[in-house]
């Protein structure tokens, strides 16, 4: 959905469990769903993306799943980091020529 | 990302004051886009423009404007800063490229502080 001015929700994960960071878009017309992560003083890097005829997909330590029917996006991280710690925010890309609009972000805290 | 650089990275000015934020890239993007973030806060999308002569308002444009002098040049001026612009701003550029994701690449960003 379209970023506001809220501030972040935090989730706290003990370092080795599994984090899973949620997100509800709002644009049922998505082509693609993409998660990025922010480390502090950083710009936000890209982690993953799915196309929305897929409903999950994988990369290195990281899962993203994609139910259509709800507008849910999710990404898990498996065996939690330190590193991890960061902003994640998903984003949405309409079909077409249309841009990219960001989600509010989730902010991760390993617990060691 | 060393490909997009923002300068300066650190401002601090004065209430008024009319001061410019510029950005370069060398990823050969045509589409570039300025965000605000607020400490503890998501990213606000100020203007974007998807080639040299497209220039689009984004969420939060007034008090701002931009210029996009080249492909890979896009600029932010605030015309009279105020304190409520304090943040850290970041530019992004893309290369959409007919079905993708269009993935932006964000630079480091600039602190800036208006007293």
């Known amino acids: 959905g379209e970023s506001v001015g809220l501030h972040l929700p935090t989730l706290s994960v003990q370092e080795g469990d599994n984090s899973i960071i949620n997100c509800a878009y709002s644009?049922?017309?998505?082509?693609?769903f993409i998660w990025y992560k922010q480390e502090s003083g950083k710009g936000p890097q890209f982690i993953i993306d799915?196309?929305?005829?897929?409903d999950k997909r994988q990369g290195q330590r990281v899962t993203v799943l994609l139910n259509k029917t709800v507008k849910h996006l999710s990404l898990q991280i498996a065996a939690t980091q330190p590193g991890d710690s960061a902003v994640y925010f998903c984003?949405?890309?309409?079909?077409?020529?249309?841009?990219?609009?960001f989600g509010t972000g989730t902010k991760l805290q390993v617990i060691p | 990302d060393a490909d997009v650089t923002q300068t300066p990275r650190n401002r601090i000015t004065k209430t008024g004051k009319r001061i410019m934020l510029e950005c370069s890239q060398t990823?050969?993007?045509?589409?570039m886009y300025w965000y605000r973030q607020d400490p503890g806060l998501g990213l606000r999308l100020i203007y974007y423009?998807?080639?040299?002569?497209?220039?689009n308002k984004g969420e939060i444009s007034d008090g701002y404007s931009v210029s996009r002098q080249a492909q890979a040049k896009f600029s932010l001026s605030l015309e009279s800063a105020i304190p409520n612009q304090t943040a850290l701003y970041f530019c992004?550029?893309?290369?959409?490229?007919?079905?993708?994701?269009?993935?932006?690449?964000f630079g480091p960003g600039t602190r800036l502080t208006v007293l």
């Open positions: 990823k050969g993007h045509d589409r």
């Open positions: 423009s998807f080639d040299v002569k497209d220039i």
């Open positions: 644009n049922s017309a998505s082509d693609y």
């Open positions: 799915i196309r929305s005829n897929m």
């Open positions: 984003a949405e890309k309409p079909g077409g020529y249309q841009k990219v609009t």
């Open positions: 992004a550029t893309s290369d959409w490229a007919g079905s993708s994701a269009d993935t932006q690449y």
